[in-house]
């Protein structure tokens, strides 16, 4: 009986002392990682055109990210993940080990990568200036999205590559899980600032990509391209802004998109700015159908208080979608805390 209740303790002291181990492991894990916690709510007021019904004009947004960075064999590992609006079920995530000169390599679930950190880049004191729209997709390149994607990113000479590529359909998926049906994709963003080459005050970027449109027999007769390029240029309290982008469909029965966009934004002091913008997004008339320009422009105004921003936005489009006669037009008042 003693030695039977012997090997019982000693299986109790056995299981407390790796217990304690692994919460000293924890403990010695958590301490090399820090940990940072940010976040932001918006309280919107919203009214739509007179064609759709407003409802309750109010809304709110939250936002709360977690960060952590440390040390991991010499390389400095780091993950993000945002939940970009609680009430929606909106979130991102991002994990990426910086190798110093060799680059940043990173798998993106949603926060952004590649072709589609510049899709839009004209200036603006808010919002852009499809933001609310019905089509607020027209025109913005993009092909291999930000989810499941391995993303790259490295500065030469000035120039900043940042190059995103995924297999399969562009989905989040969890650990051990696979996408469904779906093409792959990749593309790439050159920005580079002006002070690099002389001019200062300056923005370039240029982007292209590629993306699978599949195999079915007579739908389609290539990959689907991207491509899209833009300047900007900051004078006094002016930032003057520029962007061309075409998206080549290479698809029967689908348009392809020329767009032209121009921005200006002003500070007014410290505090205030305003901006005004117009973006073209003509439709490129797929098999007998016409070409038809889609047109947006919007007035947007932001006063920031230390942490606390107030903004408004008035944005309409005409032909949305390339469809001749459809309209559609958004206001929108934003109070915003950040902490």
Excluded: C
Aim: hydrophobic letters at 40%; charged letters at 15%; proline letters at 1%.
């Amino acid at each position: 009986m003693k030695i039977i209740t012997k090997g019982k303790n000693m299986n109790k002291i056995n299981k407390i002392g790796l217990t304690a181990l692994a919460g000293s492991l924890v403990a010695i894990s958590a301490q090399a990682a820090e940990m940072t916690v940010s976040g932001a709510t918006m309280l919107t007021y919203t009214s739509e055109d007179s064609t759709e019904v407003t409802g309750n004009p109010l809304g709110m947004k939250t936002n709360l990210s977690f960060t952590a960075s440390g040390e991991v064999n010499g390389y400095t590992v780091s993950y993000m993940q945002t939940s970009k609006d609680q009430f929606a079920g909106m979130s991102s995530a991002r994990l990426s080990v910086d190798m110093g000169d060799v680059g940043t390599l990173a798998f993106d679930q949603g926060s952004g990568s590649g072709l589609a950190t510049i899709d839009d880049k004209t200036p603006t004191a808010a919002e852009e200036i499809w933001d609310g729209l019905d089509s607020t997709a027209a025109g913005r390149v993009g092909a291999a999205g930000s989810s499941g994607v391995v993303n790259y990113v490295n500065t030469f000479a000035g120039v900043t590559l940042n190059a995103a590529a995924r297999k399969g359909s562009g989905t989040s998926n969890s650990d051990g899980a696979t996408s469904g049906v779906g093409q792959g994709a990749w593309d790439f963003a050159l920005t580079a600032d002006g002070s690099s080459m002389g001019v200062d005050g300056l923005a370039l970027g240029v982007g292209y990509g590629e993306k699978e449109n599949g195999a079915a027999a007579g739908t389609s007769y290539g990959d689907a391209e991207h491509m899209t390029a833009f300047a900007n240029y900051s004078v006094g309290p002016a930032t003057f802004g520029y962007q061309m982008s075409y998206l080549e469909a290479n698809k029967n029965g689908t348009d392809d998109q020329e767009v032209e966009a121009f921005g200006v934004a002003f500070n007014v002091n410290e505090n205030l700015s305003i901006s005004y913008g117009e973006r073209d997004v003509t439709h490129k008339g797929a098999g007998a159908s016409s070409d038809v320009t889609e047109k947006f422009d919007g007035i947007a105004v932001a006063y920031t208080v230390g942490s606390m921003k107030i903004a408004g936005n008035m944005n309409e489009v005409s032909d949305s979608a390339g469809v001749a006669g459809a309209n559609d037009s958004m206001t929108e008042i934003a109070v915003s805390f950040a902490f």
